[in-house]
């Protein structure tokens, strides 16, 4: 690894963001969450935000759950920052609110894998633990012509043993982790990287050989799950309908009435077993809503009821509560 060469290239290039100028673990613990499944151009205003309400470990540990929703509602993926929440208070209780400089301790924190340990490691601590996520993957397994498919965790797990020897040999953590990250982010791209602007160009096999784009090797994803949904934006004396969500998936947001069925008085039908009479209005434009690793498709209807029930309760500002982008979209439509 031509290390010289890959950190001049990376001080002379790195793009101007917040997280590239720090080395305070709380703010580079911060940045990693919201990273996960996150574009950067998409979490800089959040990141801003979130460090401007919540700036220590304390002031997170000691919000509210719904307060720290609210400041990162629309970005998505929400389960990273209940785990973050926990993770702070974790922290306050066991190393008296600081992050410990040690990769075990910091690995038994909620919500904080190898990858971000590794993060928080060799960036804030400036120690020689590896960060593999996939724009590492694809750097090294293009440099090395790797024919493992990286959507196997052992394959994985294997190339992280050569990311943390090569972090080893780098005598700069710190620089290695960034420059690595930042290459495969704006130069070793999925798709038409610029291997005429890169420091590692002679080295790498793939370029070489002009096979990038076969590179890294990845099986295909399984098809996403679909769910159909009939939704119900129900009014009750000039007031809506709502009920907290407790499943995993957007944990802690509120939504409207919603109820999993194929037909529309299947709906209604399992309302009624509820005890929600509903009277309905008007029929609104459907929603697809995509996430990670399931497709909701949504039949909206409004409509009005006499009486509530547990759980639902009424919600007159819908800024008072954690809303979740698919039900922002919902509510553009009353």
């Known amino acids: 690894m031509a290390y010289l060469r890959l950190f001049e290239w990376y001080q002379a290039n790195k793009r101007d963001l917040p997280f590239r100028k720090t080395d305070n673990p709380y703010h580079i613990w911060v940045s990693e969450i919201m990273l996960q499944q996150t574009q950067v151009d998409t979490m800089l205003p959040f990141y801003d935000r979130f460090l401007t309400i919540f700036p220590t470990i304390h002031d997170l540990a000691d919000a509210a759950i719904d307060d720290v929703l609210k400041v990162v509602q629309g970005i998505g993926y929400y389960k990273r920052f209940r785990m973050l929440h926990k993770g702070a208070q974790y922290v306050i209780d066991h190393h008296d609110g600081k992050l410990p400089e040690d990769y075990f301790k910091i690995l038994k924190i909620p919500g904080i894998g190898a990858y971000t340990a590794g ?122 309908l709502m009920r907290k969500r407790t499943e995993d998936l957007l944990h802690g947001f509120y939504e409207f009435v919603q109820i999993e069925s194929d037909s529309l008085n299947g709906a209604l039908i399992q309302a009624q077993e509820l005890g929600l009479e509903i009277q309905l209005l008007d029929e609104l434009q459907p929603i697809k809503h995509i996430f990670t690793h399931m497709i909701w498709q949504i039949n909206l209807y409004r409509g009005t009821v006499n009486s509530t029930v547990s759980p639902y309760e009424i919600v007159h500002d819908f800024s008072k509560v954690p809303i979740a982008t698919v039900v922002k979209k919902q509510i553009k439509q009353i």
């Open 119 to 240: 993060a928080i490691m060799s960036i804030a601590f400036h120690k020689p633990y590896p960060a593999t996520d996939g724009n590492v993957i694809r750097v090294l397994s293009r440099v090395k012509m790797l024919e493992d498919d990286f959507r196997l965790d052992k394959h994985k797990k294997k190339l992280n043993e050569l990311n943390k020897e090569l972090i080893e040999n780098s005598n700069n953590p710190y620089l290695y982790t960034q420059s690595m990250m930042e290459l495969g982010a704006t130069v070793c791209k999925v798709s038409n990287p610029l291997c005429d602007n890169c420091p590692l160009q002679d080295l790498c096999l793939a370029n070489i050989n002009n096979v990038q784009q076969n590179y890294p090797k990845m099986s295909p994803l399984r098809t996403k799950k679909e769910i159909q949904y009939f939704t119900f934006i129900l009014e009750y004396k000039e007031e809506f």
